[in-house]
């Protein structure tokens, strides 16, 4: 099993049986909670905000 995680996200993190799986499941994740924070008015992370652009690697 493989881990991804976001770490400027809190719990955004995801398994996946490879690398590309992992990934996969960390982005529709890394959205879900982006959109939650858009959704009830909650700023994003410092960091997150400031990139203008979320880049996940393993």
């Given at each position: 099993?493989?881990?991804a ?54």
């Open positions: 099993m493989y881990l995680e976001v770490p400027v996200l809190p719990g955004c993190r995801a398994w996946g049986a490879t690398a590309e799986e992992a990934l996969f499941n960390l982005e529709g994740i890394t959205a879900d909670f982006i959109a939650s924070c858009e959704h009830h008015g909650d700023p994003l992370p410092a960091a997150i905000a400031a990139a203008g652009e979320l880049v996940i690697a393993v």
